[in-house]
């Protein structure tokens, strides 16, 4: 049978152009997902206004972060419970950072009365505790509690096992800060010295860990993510730190607290701490130093 010049051949060079088309079908697809998730177009506005509010959180917009998370509860029944007491706890933090403990101690008891699985709330109340100066007794077994739910969670686990263990030894050291200052409270100066301690003790063995590990993910789960990967570690270092250097702080010991406020200033990319640490370092005499 006679077959017009190139027709022959048409099969075969379909074989060959069919696997590349495929190829960039599955590229476009995957930055379609890409676009859509960073966007957030595809969530609920409610979870859109949260990650805005905490980006105005970490940035030290702590009035602008509020008005997202009120906004976002004033949706009511739209809102799903366990996304209610995330909310609620993100605004907990909002408004201790403009320095209305009672009003956020308020949010954190409605928050908790729900039930914060995550540990995330009672670190929240112990730290507004700790700012009052009342109830340190309680803000001991807040911060046992929110070291507990945190070690049952998962989450960490979700971006490495490394990552995990590294941030494990962070968040038991600042629980060790927090429980010296409310030692410290409590005038109970021996143990809130053994606390610090150990709180120093953990540190200092997860340093050279600290240097290299961070949290990680797919190619797809790194591309949707983005820079939010380097902000968690940096958030992480810098909220450990910052903590630790108050309780050295409470305690007298200002040239080791300086020293990690040092640090938290030249860690956090996004302002917060790095606002907060620079604000302490000022208080206490040291110059301002470019951060990295």
């Given at each position: 049978m006679f077959f017009p010049e190139?027709?022959?051949?048409?099969?075969?060079?379909?074989?060959?152009?069919?696997?590349?088309?495929?190829?960039?079908?599955?590229?476009?697809?995957?930055?379609?997902?890409?676009?859509?998730?960073?966007?957030?177009?595809s969530s609920p506005r409610h979870f859109r206004l949260r990650r805005k509010g905490m980006d105005f959180l970490l940035a030290g917009k702590p009035a602008e972060a509020e008005r997202c998370y009120r906004a976002a509860l004033d949706m009511g029944a739209k809102v799903p419970e366990s996304d209610r007491v995330r909310l609620m706890v993100c605004l907990g933090d909002a408004l201790m950072d403009?320095?209305?403990?009672?009003?956020?101690?308020?949010?954190?008891?409605?928050?908790?009365?729900?039930?914060?699985?995550?540990?995330?709330?009672?670190?929240?109340m112990?730290?507004?505790?700790?700012?009052?100066?009342?109830?340190?007794?309680?803000?001991?077994?807040?911060?046992?509690?929110?070291?507990?739910?945190?070690?049952?969670?998962?989450?960490?686990?979700?971006?490495?096992?490394?990552?995990?263990?590294?941030?494990?030894?962070?968040?038991?050291?600042?629980?060790w800060a927090r429980k010296a200052r409310a030692l410290l409270i409590?005038?109970?100066?021996?143990?809130?010295?053994?606390?610090?301690?150990?709180?120093l003790r953990i540190l200092d063995m997860s340093k050279s860990e600290l240097q290299t590990a961070k949290p990680t993910s797919s190619l797809l789960g790194r591309l949707i993510l983005g820079d939010r990967l380097r902000r968690?570690?940096?958030l992480t270092i810098s909220a450990t730190y910052w903590r630790i250097g108050l309780?050295?702080?409470?305690?007298g010991d200002t040239n080791k607290a300086?020293?990690?406020?040092?640090?938290?200033?030249?860690?956090?990319?996004?302002?917060?701490y790095r606002s907060l640490a620079q604000k302490e370092l000022d208080s206490l005499g040291y110059m301002r130093a470019s951060s990295r």
């Amino acid at each position: 049978m006679f077959f017009p010049e190139g027709v022959e051949s048409a099969p075969h060079r379909l074989e060959e152009i069919l696997p590349i088309s495929l190829r960039f079908l599955e590229l476009l697809a995957i930055g379609v997902v890409v676009v859509l998730a960073r966007s957030g177009v595809s969530s609920p506005r409610h979870f859109r206004l949260r990650r805005k509010g905490m980006d105005f959180l970490l940035a030290g917009k702590p009035a602008e972060a509020e008005r997202c998370y009120r906004a976002a509860l004033d949706m009511g029944a739209k809102v799903p419970e366990s996304d209610r007491v995330r909310l609620m706890v993100c605004l907990g933090d909002a408004l201790m950072d403009q320095g209305r403990y009672d009003e956020a101690k308020q949010c954190l008891a409605q928050a908790l009365e729900l039930g914060d699985p995550t540990g995330s709330g009672q670190d929240s109340m112990c730290d507004v505790l700790l700012a009052q100066k009342a109830s340190p007794e309680k803000a001991i077994e807040m911060a046992d509690e929110g070291m507990r739910l945190w070690e049952r969670g998962s989450i960490s686990q979700s971006f490495g096992a490394r990552w995990a263990a590294t941030s494990k030894d962070l968040f038991e050291a600042k629980t060790w800060a927090r429980k010296a200052r409310a030692l410290l409270i409590l005038d109970r100066r021996a143990e809130a010295r053994q606390a610090m301690d150990r709180a120093l003790r953990i540190l200092d063995m997860s340093k050279s860990e600290l240097q290299t590990a961070k949290p990680t993910s797919s190619l797809l789960g790194r591309l949707i993510l983005g820079d939010r990967l380097r902000r968690m570690r940096d958030l992480t270092i810098s909220a450990t730190y910052w903590r630790i250097g108050l309780s050295l702080q409470a305690m007298g010991d200002t040239n080791k607290a300086a020293e990690q406020f040092v640090i938290v200033r030249d860690t956090d990319r996004m302002g917060k701490y790095r606002s907060l640490a620079q604000k302490e370092l000022d208080s206490l005499g040291y110059m301002r130093a470019s951060s990295r």
